[in-house]
């Protein structure tokens, strides 16, 4: 881009409403966030033409909530990976350890809160494992989450022996659950307040502090990171483990639904995961990608998802759309990117 | 056709005077030249890379095309391989209009670069290399027996029959894949080379080996073009030269009669001396003591002194470890042996620990490595210096200070840098130095691709950082533009082939005097590895 010899020299405030639009990332999010917007239009109109049936209903609304929790949770720690230039294939079978060893947990008498605290651990411990052997290994972070996707999917199976564990109901399985009568003052579930807090939490970390633009640094272009003395290894293993951490939250949450440890749940869920990053507006290649984007991401897909069952579309038509989208999102984005560059 | 040598053709010297080799060549001789270029000219942005250049070349005749680094003999091979399209001249092949589209267009005509860089696919065979592209076929199937042969006969006749076909071409040494690039270009017919730098990563074994296989190609009729800095070599292995200075031909003849002093005079010209600011200067105590620091493989065992309040330039050839050593300190090379003595640190540190004790480097590359083009102004100016929580009302002000103070031509902090132009995204780079607030300052080819005003200022400011600043900085900066290092320096090493030689005051230098250096080296010297 030409360097606007005619620019005058930076203004000192410019008005806010000019610095919004101006912002990048704002952009994209206002791009995605029109998506989600064409989606859910879309799909109220054709619930209203065709069966009278109010797509924008408070109860709907809450479902889709709800059902996007999980995806969303565990695309917090897939944006962190992501715009560290990395990819995090393990996502899934995280999850299921984690309810594994939750269910576990409870089963042997745990109380639910140190159950939890099991599981996140379980989360933490396998993102330790990915980030010691991308950074020691100097195998890329495909590869590496690759072998762990199946090496923990593997442990979780092992554990629970290869059967789903039942546990006993406790406050945990109201994470998600639809609010009991006389709880309505939360408006939402605790899980979705929990979502909530941590991503406010993750898009913290990554705007304003100095871990998080070492991230965005380390993704964006890793030689200048080094040369600007930043321990690169140190930031990718700190991406990492923040990757396993949220992937356990969502075993958490996942677990909540479920009332069971299932080792072979959440299978292929990482696809997902990844798909709600890449379409809030992250780039593959690094140094991209924003909280508000993933969590649009994934609201536009669940809302896909709940607009065609509510249709009574058959299953393979929401996954030939989602498929559609996928693409269509992301080709989008980069038509816009070429044109800025 | 008749093998021309440079002693058919005694009368066609040319010294720079305005004589025209091309056609010297075309009256010695009935047949028309094998390539023939005139007045080409190509233009990439502001930068004029050729200003309109001749070059004529005989078959069976050893071409050597020399010139300063920057002088336009890339881009003139680029155009000659169809990798770039000239805006104006012509070019002719044998005689007949040549306007490659591409290097495979360039190819099927017969011209054939082989570059710095090899081109080989690494995992395939030899024959598989020399073959691409053109491999034999018996129906739907390859062909792999006669593949095997051709390729057996190609390296046979370039005398290098140990080459086996069947080897994976990337477990060969350099030297190897170097001659089954050769070989591909042969086999397909190719009657034009261009070899750009061969010998510059070579051994001298195996530069010798080369020189014989260019000669048994000029014997065999083909037209070689050698694009090389070291002026010796070419003195040893080509019939004729051509002189490029500022993208235009300066000069050239028969290789056999002219002096090492004339072709560097050619290569230097006579330059209007431009005005650099030079504040006075009063180096001080030393700041940084390097002593025998040995990277792998370059630097060799360099040797210097910083002192603060000072200037030092390094001059020499791309490829001689300017770079290489510059890194070593800032800690992003390995340091193999030797000393780094930096105040009060002593020995090799990590780049975090460099930039604590007061030394950084602003790489020459601001793409690959300088900048990440993707985040923004305020992101790239504060990287090495963040505080754990990062406020943008603090930052803001403190990056609208710099962008100010070097009068850097953006939007504002926020815009990504990568849409800055060049100049401007130096200032950026040079700003992190600033702004980190580093004693020694690595500047690595500061001014390479940027625009004369940008580079006016920032002249200005490494002057400013050793007069005006309390206590003063100390600078070493690397170029490859050599009135820029006489104008700015205070004193200055040349590195050839990984050996730094004495720092000397800028006054006792000249251009030719750091052009014979870096091409010969102080003492002469092979390679370092």
């Known amino acids: 881009m030409s360097a606007d010899a005619a620019q005058p020299h930076p203004t000192g405030a410019p008005g806010l409403a000019r610095r919004l639009f101006a912002s990048p990332a704002l952009r994209k999010n206002l791009g995605a966030a029109a998506g989600l917007l064409g989606v859910f239009i879309l799909f109220s109109i054709l619930l209203a033409a065709t069966r009278g049936l109010t797509f924008a209903d408070p109860d709907n609304l809450e479902t889709i909530l709800r059902q996007t929790t999980i995806v969303a949770v565990a695309a917090l720690g897939a944006t962190i990976v992501i715009v560290s230039g990395g990819i995090d294939l393990s996502v899934g079978a995280i999850i299921a350890l984690c309810t594994v060893v939750i269910a576990a947990a409870l089963r042997a008498g745990a109380p639910p809160a140190l159950a939890a605290l099991a599981g996140l651990a379980a989360g933490l411990a396998a993102g330790a494992l990915n980030g010691l052997l991308v950074t020691r290994l100097r195998v890329v972070p495909f590869i590496v989450t690759l072998g762990t996707m199946l090496l923990v999917r593997g442990v979780a199976k092992g554990l629970a022996h290869e059967q789903k564990i039942d546990a006993p109901k406790s406050w945990l399985n109201e994470l998600l659950a639809r609010l009991a009568p006389g709880h309505g003052w939360m408006l939402f579930p605790p899980g979705v307040w929990l979502l909530f807090v941590l991503a406010v939490a993750v898009g913290g970390l990554l705007l304003y502090t100095r871990l998080g633009r070492h991230i965005f640094a380390v993704g964006s272009n890793e030689q200048a990171a080094r040369l600007c003395g930043i321990a690169v290894s140190r930031v990718k293993l700190a991406v990492y483990l923040l990757g396993g951490f949220f992937a356990g939250v969502a075993g958490l949450m996942q677990f909540s639904r479920l009332t069971e440890g299932d080792p072979t749940g959440a299978s292929g869920l990482e696809l997902n995961v990844i798909a709600a990053v890449v379409i809030g507006g992250g780039s593959l290649s690094g140094g991209e990608g924003s909280v508000t984007g993933a969590i649009i991401g994934a609201l536009i897909m669940q809302t896909l998802q709940s607009g065609c069952s509510q249709m009574g579309w058959p299953n393979w038509v929401q996954e030939i759309v989602t498929g559609a989208i996928i693409i269509v999102a992301v080709a989008l984005d980069r038509f816009r990117h070429r044109r800025a560059a | 056709m008749a093998e021309r040598v440079a002693s058919d053709t005694p009368g066609d010297r040319v010294d720079g005077a305005g004589l025209d ?61 169809g990798a770039v399209r000239p805006d104006a001249g012509e070019m002719k092949l ?69 080459i086996r076909p069947d080897a994976v071409a990337g477990t060969l040494p350099l030297a190897a894949q170097q001659i089954v690039e050769i070989a591909r270009a042969v086999a397909v017919g190719c009657r034009v080379l261009v070899l750009d730098e061969p010998t510059s990563s070579l051994a001298q074994t195996d530069a010798e080996a080369l020189f014989a296989l260019m000669s048994r190609l000029r014997a065999q009729g083909h037209a070689i073009i050698y694009i090389t800095h070291f002026i010796e070599e070419a003195q040893r292995v080509a019939d004729r030269f051509t002189v490029l200075r500022d993208g235009g031909t300066v000069g050239g003849g028969a290789m056999a009669g002219a002096t090492v002093r004339e072709i560097v005079d050619l290569m230097v010209g006579r330059r209007v001396e431009q005005l650099y600011p030079h504040g006075a200067r009063t180096p001080g105590e030393p700041l940084l003591e390097v002593t025998h620091l040995q990277g792998a493989p370059k630097p060799a065992r360099a040797s210097l002194t910083l002192h603060r309040g000072e200037v030092l330039g390094i001059a020499g050839l791309v490829g001689a470890g300017r770079t290489e050593l510059l890194r070593a300190l800032a800690g992003l090379d390995p340091v193999v042996s030797g000393a780094i003595k930096l105040g009060v640190h002593a020995g090799p540190a990590s780049p975090a620990a460099r930039w604590a004790q007061g030394m950084a480097l602003c790489s020459e590359n601001r793409k690959e490595e300088g900048l990440a083009l993707g985040l923004s102004i305020a992101d790239n100016l504060t990287l090495s210096k963040l505080p754990a929580v990062v406020r943008p009302s603090r930052r803001r002000p403190l990056t609208e200070r710099w962008l100010r103070q070097l009068d850097v031509r953006c939007q504002g902090p926020d815009q990504p840098v990568g849409e800055l132009s060049g100049g401007n995204q130096q200032k950026v780079a040079i700003a992190r130095l600033l702004h980190h607030g580093v004693d020694v300052l690595l500047l690595d080819e500061p001014t390479r691709g940027i625009d004369v005003a940008s580079k006016a200022q920032i002249y200005d400011l ?60 102080s003492d002469g010297e092979g390679a370092a590895a």
């Open chain 2, 94 to 162: 044998d005689g007949a209009a040549y306007a490659p589209a591409d290097p495979q267009a360039a190819r099927g005509a017969g011209v054939a670069m082989i570059y710095q860089e090899l081109s080989l696919a690494p995992h395939l065979t030899v024959a598989e290399n020399v073959l691409l592209g053109a491999e034999p076929r018996r129906g739907l199937l390859l062909d792999r027996r006669a593949m095997h042969d051709r390729a057996a006969r190609a390296l046979d006749e370039l005398h290098h029959p140990h």
């Open chain 2, 21 to 81: 080799p091309a056609e010297s060549v075309a009256r010695g001789s009935g047949s028309p030249p094998r390539v023939e270029v005139r007045g080409v000219k190509k233009r990439y942005g502001a930068t004029q890379a050729l200003a309109g250049v001749d070059l004529t070349v005989a078959a069976g005749e050893v071409h050597a095309l020399l010139g300063q680094n920057g002088a336009g003999k890339s881009t003139l091979m680029k155009v000659l391989s």
């Open chain 2, 462 to 521: 490494i002057d400013g950082l050793v007069t005006r600043e309390h206590p003063a900085k100390a600078v070493i900066m690397v170029s490859s533009y050599l009135p820029e290092l006489l104008g700015v320096c205070d004193r200055i090493a040349v590195m050839s082939r990984g050996r730094l030689g004495p720092a000397r005051p800028a006054a006792a230098w000249t251009e030719a005097a750091l052009v014979r250096e870096a091409a010969t080296g």
